[in-house]
């Protein structure tokens, strides 16, 4: 992981121009873009762009076919290729988890993973989106995922708060509850 300090720093920049430019959430969703296609492959397109076995002019060279594939504003294009001609690529990733940080927080937003034994139905997913929204004061942004080993029930992720009413939590409460029972 890079330093934390430099990352902070590209995306207070990067999104002090997206506020002035009124595009907050799209710099937001085009810098992703570009992480996600970075970590692609497992994750050679950012080995490329971090290694200084290949001069700047090819680096540059293959980041200037691929940003334009991408549809993005001349403002992300810009930045990627700052960060590229400043040799911090690699921080790509945390710059880009800044700037979402710095943007939820002026949206008043917050991002939860919640974790269900089987696919929640869109109904129950809204239901939690609703339920996680007034506990927490904010809007807030739900990824799904699945765990079998839950067994049932879900836990839920929001910012450092973590929320379990997993089956699988209870069933070994339980069994801790009985074990220190039975041996009293």
């Known amino acids: 992981m890079t330093e934390g300090s430099i990352p902070r720093r590209y995306a207070k920049a990067l999104f002090e121009l ?3 430019a009124g ?4 710099v937001g969703e085009q810098l992703d ?3 996600e296609l970075a970590r692609a492959n497992d994750g050679q ?3 490329v762009m971090s290694n200084p076995g290949f001069t700047a002019s090819e680096r540059r060279a293959v ?3 691929v940003l334009p594939r991408l ?3 001349s403002l992300v294009q810009n930045f990627v290729r700052l960060v590229l001609d400043k040799d911090r690529f690699e921080a790509l990733p945390d710059v880009a988890r800044e700037y979402r940080a710095l943007a939820d927080a002026a949206a008043n937003r917050v991002r939860a993973t919640v974790t269900t034994a089987a696919a929640a139905s869109p109904a ?3 239901e939690i989106t609703r339920s996680l929204s007034a506990s927490t004061g904010k809007d807030v942004v ?3 995922k699945v765990d079998p080993a839950l067994l049932g029930g879900m836990v839920a992720r929001v910012g450092s708060k973590l929320y379990d009413a997993s089956l699988r939590t209870r069933l070994e409460d339980l069994q801790v509850t009985l074990a220190t029972t039975a041996l009293s």
């Open 18 to 20: 997206a506020q002035e």
């Open 63 to 65: 980041l200037d076919l």
């Open 124 to 126: 129950l997913r809204a």
């Open 45 to 47: 397109v950012l080995a």
């Open 33 to 35: 873009a570009v992480v």
């Open 23 to 26: 595009a907050i959430d799209r």
């Open 71 to 73: 549809g993005l504003t």
């Open 142 to 144: 739900v990824e799904m």
